[in-house]
T-cell receptor, first 111, second 114 residues
């Protein structure tokens, strides 16, 4: 079953602003990942944070993980029009090999 | 190093026909995952395979759907007797290891059932 739920489901901002997306999950995880999907395309991996990590950075991306609240956030700083896409969190759970995706969040960055 | 290759990219079938979707994983990857995505929705896990083995098919419908990943050649997702509800984008992903790593996705195969 789908676990991760992104919040908000849609976000529209101006270029240069920061975008924050939140993800909540229900069970214990091995790691949590964020992916991006441009319209009509496949998913592209952005960043992975392990269950024993609290924060991770990659370029303009910052991911936090709070296992006590079962939540993660993805921050995109200094957004660009090219960041317009859908963003998904996904987790692997316990002994499972599969990656379970949330419903996604649509980000629109207006030039 | 070519990425995950899926074909066909677009497939149109009439109700009752069969659909075969193919996926060639990245070079060196021996794990393949299939996901289905309906418009404006997230990806739903279908099946996880390693070479010649189905590891987890908990997301596969019990009837009409099957998947294989033979020793040689691409992974195949087969849908028999398609119905309109099968219309969706089907994504394949591959990984070089069985746990915790990122998945590399193909561009998807979009099935339309008339």
């Amino acid at each position: 079953s789908q676990q991760g739920e992104e919040d908000p489901q849609a976000l529209s901002i101006q270029e240069g602003e920061n975008a924050t997306m939140n993800c909540s999950y229900k069970t214990s995880i091995n790691n949590l990942q964020w992916y991006r999907q441009n319209s009509g395309r496949g998913l592209v991996h952005l960043i992975l944070i392990r269950s024993n990590e609290r924060e991770k950075h990659s370029g303009r991306l910052r991911v936090t993980l709070d296992t006590s609240k079962k939540s993660s956030s993805l921050l995109i700083t200094a957004s660009r029009a090219a960041d317009t896409a859908s963003y998904f969190c996904a987790e692997t759970q316990g002994g499972s090999e599969k990656l379970v995706f949330g419903k996604g969040m649509k980000l629109t960055v207006n030039p | 190093n070519a990425g995950v290759m899926q074909n066909p990219r677009h497939l149109v079938r009439r109700r009752g026909q069969e659909a075969r979707l193919r996926c060639s994983p990245m070079k060196g990857h021996s794990h393949v995952y299939w996901y289905r995505q309906l418009p404006e929705e997230g990806l739903k896990f279908m099946v996880y395979l390693q070479k010649e083995n189905i590891i987890d098919e908990s997301g596969m419908p019990k009837e009409r759907f099957s998947a294989e990943f033979p020793k040689e050649g691409p992974s195949i997702l087969r849908i028999q007797q398609v119905v309109r509800g099968d219309s969706a984008a089907y994504f394949c992903a591959s990984s070089p290891a069985s746990r915790t790593g990122e998945l590399f996705f193909g561009e998807g195969s979009r099935l339309t059932v008339l």
